[in-house]
């Protein structure tokens, strides 16, 4: 367990020396800098559009970084061979893949802990006092790292038994279905035969719901949020990561390396 | 200490091939072969044979269709195992966003080597191989060469029993296989048992106690380079000099370079050859065995495999 | 080989190319210009389906849409155009959007109830969009003031506006005066008290500063029209006792039955037209606000 640790500090250190993220997180900062400015020209939406322009720009970079770097980080390793040593060392396969997921995972978490606290610093700047209502933004911003340390489990799942493209469309491919799961449930009876609406239904339930981690405009509007749906959440990103992560060693154990 | 470093007993790696994957590709077949603990073992064999195949199944990176094999004794699934064996890929590339002191210390720490010994482990490993000026430069600004040595310190890193190098000298210049041999000859003398694949035969030669043929997937023969290619040396070669007239049946079996002459003959007329050529007025420069080489034994091997393979298509089989 | 002659013409062939570009943008910039009625209706579509597209971004949108609701209500008061039909569809996307935006059914409501060319005027969807409001967020009672103020205001439902303001004062954090203000219109419909209070509710509590404008030019009329029903009553009495109307309010200051001359709010002395009721100084900029708005005849 502990050299999934080791391997988890240089994925880590991987991704840091990768200047691209710096990029990204420039281009988060100019972000907020545009929402203060984006307040000027309409009316009564200074505060929330801060707020909800933040919030997009975290989700969409954070993103961009779970599903482009999570494929990478074993089929870059494939594909370079990199591997090779690695996994010809008293490593396990699995401490291997938990090692990359807790890298990639500690990566976002101070990426997305930055681009938080840059949104949280324009908020103090437009608005004239802060409510308690405005913790929000920072249950938001956790919920919006939870909902991305599930999309890297699931990329890293993906790019264990097909190519980088088709893991990198598979796994955006899920997150927006994902986006989307609620609707299933609503679906309308009278259309479908019984066993299209159980069998919708259920897949309702099992797929991803990424709509959980979604509460953009409460937090926009300052709601507050129960303590109880702080703890559901991790705990549903907690048991679906697992279950993801369980999928992909053991797809990752009998895969043969080209 | 078992005697036997390495065993595979009818190891085989079959692969899907051609439309919807159907057919069978034998790239391993039943591979039985051992390495004894202490010798230098060659794996030659043409290029697509099967010997990285044979040493990735060996390291566990892929996994067999049938046979077994056994490193040190216990089976290969056995992870800890591979605390005692060094591994050195093929065209070797790593993290090329670290150093190679920090990848060393990656390895060092996988390994679980203790905090207080890594440092200076690492720096004794850089040092061996030729690196140690190298040590703080990012492996993206590597050349070829000094990939590979960094490659190789990794594979000795922790010290273990057994080193395993898939081609090792690829892509070296003279001085730097020059250096690769001598750090095998350097754990030979340590102890070690070392397993190369190489398909440069002169090296094979050179460094190997012993070594296994591979063709086509499968090991057509095992033993010391000599043992293989026939000790008997086939004739002597005699290398003079002469100038102007002389014998022409002498010279005529003669290869000419300016004033110098190879002739070979049997063993037997050795001595007969060269009183007449005393007569004759040249001047002997020296006289050797000529044996027949690895590569002519080699040779041999892999045209009977290809007329081999010819015939298997053409039957239809 | 570079002569002379091509150092020459390249800089030339280069500053016509850059003309030709400036000029052909100006043609670019008219025609798009002209396109732009067009362009907005073209943008417009199903809110369900802009909301599906959005993903998870819809609150996001919706401050886009709401922007442009703003930028195109500016616009188009400013030019002066009539059509402001494209305001309601912008409107019902970025509620759909966004529900909980409460900004977009306040102001909304104001740019839909307004009469041409300050607003839609069209009350009705103005109803319609609180209404959607008051659905999706109803513990904000301000939503039940809106509406009752557009009943009273505009559509003149006194019964209705009752009704809102008392539904509204329902909610705990309510005003005191929203119950007061139920019971009063059901009793008395319009009454000057009511218009200034509900005006002056306005005043005080919005932070744009158009509104804020608007809501203090209401005041001064209803003053103004209040001062011109009490110079009617007073000319009645003048009439009683002189026997004919005054023909100016110096009149009354004459009569001994004002201390000072009479002045609307920006200090306009009041005239008496020539049906004899009493009305604005035709130099008060006062009147040019009273025919904006339409609302005093």
Redesign the interface.
Known sequence: MRRAGVVALNTFREAVRDRVLYNLLFFALVMMAASII?GQ?????EE??IV??GL?AI?LIGLLIAVFIGVGLVSKEMDKRTLYAVLAKPVRRWEFLVGKFAGLVLTLAVNVSAMGIGLFLAMIYVKPALERGDATVLTAVYFIWLKLALVVALALLFSCFTTPLLAILFTAGIY?VG??VQELRNMPMQVMSRGMTLFTKWLSYLLPN??NF?I??MA??SRQVPGTLVAQNTLYAAIYCAVVLAAAVLVFSRRNLK | MTATAIETENLTKEYPHGFLSLKKRKSLEGLNMQVETGEIFGFIGPNGAGKTTAIKLLMRLIFPTAGTARILGKPISDIDMHRDVGYLPEQPYFYDYLTAAELLDYFARIHDLPAAERKPRVEKMLKRVGLETAGKIQLRKYSKGMLQRAGMAQAILHDPKVVVLDEPMSGLDPVGRREVRDIILELKREGKTVMFSTHILSDAEMLCDRVGVIVGGKLRGVGAPEELVGVKPQAMEILFELAGQSSPTLLAKATRTGDRFRLQVPEAELYGTIDQLRAAGAKILSVAQVRATLEEFFMHLVEADRAQAAAVEVSGK | MKTAKTMVLMPVLLLAGLMGVWKLQHTLDQQRAALSEDRDYVLLSSPKLIK?VS??????M??FY??RV??FYGNKHVRGDANLQQLWPLLDITTTL?P????AY??GAIFLSQRAPGGAGRPDLAVRLIQRGIKANPDYWRLYEDLGFIYYMDLKDYTKASEAFLEGSKNPKALIWMKVMAAKVAAEGESYETSVFLWNDVYTNT??PQIKENAKAHLQLIRAQEDCRQLDLLGGEYEKRFGHRPKGVSEFVDAGMLRGIPADPLGYPYTFGENGKAALNPNSPLLEKQEFFERFQ
């Open positions: 984006a020209i309409s009316i009564g939406i929330t559009v909800t322009l997009s989700s927006i986006l989307y990424f709509e979604n953009m405009a926009a509007h | 599906a993903l998870e971004y819809a609150p996001l919706a401050d709401w922007t703003v930028q966004d909980n935006l409460i900004v306040r102001f932070t744009d």
